[in-house]
């Protein structure tokens, strides 16, 4: 998998952007609290990639939030999920970040003739978040 992509399937970077996108920015003494199943090291981990790729602000009194980047890339998350949970990858009852890793994966190894509609755009919005964001981060994508 090239470096890029792969340093966006991240599990807890994954975890880390689609709960600010869904519930707003979370203030930096409530990030464990809030995602309980990372541990303190991942959260970590998490909040350092997602601020060397520019994915998020720290907003004072409000917290982390997401950039413009951060919201593009929790968009492509959700395309990639939505996918994964129709095609049942990786399996049936897969949680959120193993659809959006396993769909991710996908869009680099198959064939664009054998790409459904739908796989086709989250690889399109994939190449797209990559070319477009890729070259803002603050450090290389493979370093975060």
Do not use: K
Request: proline content about 6%; some cysteine.
């Amino acid at each position: 998998m090239p470096e890029p992509l792969a340093a966006l399937c991240f599990a807890p970077l994954i975890r880390l952007v689609s709960e600010v996108d869904d519930h707003g920015p979370i203030r930096a003494g409530r990030l464990s609290a809030t995602l309980p199943d990372l541990t303190t090291h991942q959260v970590r981990q998490a909040t350092r990639r997602a601020r060397a790729l520019g994915l998020v602000t720290e907003r004072p009194g409000d917290g982390l939030d997401l950039t413009e980047a951060g919201r593009d890339l929790a968009d492509l998350y959700d395309h990639a999920a939505r996918w994964a949970r129709t095609a049942q990858r990786p399996s049936p009852n897969a949680d959120f970040e193993s659809r959006v890793q396993s769909a991710l994966r996908r869009t680099l190894f198959a064939e664009a003739t054998v790409r459904d509609g739908a796989l086709a755009r989250v690889s399109e919005l994939a190449d797209l978040w990559l070319a477009f964001w890729g070259a803002e981060a603050d450090e290389p994508l493979s370093a975060a």
